[in-house]
């Protein structure tokens, strides 16, 4: 079984940091590659970034203040958000996706609200 848990979410000033994980369970996390979405109400869920082994894509709207990386020894991908604006507040989800194969799965989500 297929599972993404995402942890990290809360509630953070503007202009603060929070750091978003998912840990992967039951796939070959290694062969996937990783992202990180998110929806705010109201709107359609977007890319925030990716990585694949190395390679690293993020949405313009987060360039220069998140960072993406991934542990394949801990099944782990993480999102360290800085800079936070009231604008970032949505569910964030973790994505895995294997390419070629077009397997995709999806996490929970978890709430990221950037208010003072």
């Known amino acids: 079984q297929v599972q993404l848990v995402e942890s990290g979410g809360g509630l953070v000033q503007p202009g603060g940091s929070l750091g978003l994980s998912c840990v992967a369970s039951g796939i070959n996390f290694s062969a996937y590659y990783m992202g990180w979405y998110r929806q705010a109400p109201g709107k359609q869920r977007e890319l925030v970034a990716t990585i694949t082994t190395s390679i690293t894509n993020y949405a313009d709207s987060v360039k220069g203040r998140f960072t993406i990386s991934r542990d394949n020894a801990k099944n782990t991908v993480y999102l360290q958000m800085n800079s936070l604006k009231p604008e970032d507040t949505a569910v964030y989800y973790c994505?895995?996706?294997?390419?070629?194969?077009?397997?995709?799965?999806w996490g929970q989500g978890t709430q990221v609200t950037v208010s003072s």
């Open positions: 994505n895995a996706r294997r390419p070629i194969f077009g397997t995709n799965y």
